[in-house]
């Protein structure tokens, strides 16, 4: 069964840290690349961060560059995001999705709250 499953969302206050992880399965993770994306309530789903299949070439959008960061472990067929100096406004669903020619896996996402 082809599947992505993301985890480590939670409350964490302004300021604070969070990686969240992703695990895929049935499918050749390492011929995959990789992205996170997230959706704010009323709001569209936005790329936060993607990864190539080797990991060797990152992206970000100005407004997670410098604080976010995106690896991947192709022995553990996992993908990370690691979230420092969170904001309020990253408040949102955090999805992974793997992506290779038209073929594309969704994960089923994992909130993320910013708050005091």
């Known amino acids: 069964q082809v599947q992505l499953v993301e985890s480590g969302g939670g409350l964490v206050q302004p300021g604070g840290s969070l990686r969240l992880s992703c695990a895929a399965s049935?499918?050749?993770?390492?011929?995959?690349?990789m992205s996170w994306y997230r959706q704010a309530p009323g709001n569209e789903r936005k790329l936060v961060a993607s990864?190539?299949?080797?990991?060797?070439?990152?992206n970000y959008p100005d407004a997670v560059k410098g604080r976010f960061t995106i690896s991947r472990d192709n022995t553990k067929n996992t993908v990370y995001l690691q979230m420092n100096s969170l904001k309020p406004e990253d408040t949102a669903v955090y999805y992974c999705?793997?992506?290779?020619?038209?073929?594309?896996?969704w994960g089923q996402g994992t909130l993320v709250t910013v708050s005091s």
């Open positions: 999705k793997a992506k290779r020619g038209v073929s594309e896996v």
């Open positions: 990864i190539s299949s080797t990991g060797a070439g990152t």
């Open positions: 049935g499918f050749t993770f390492s011929s995959y690349a």
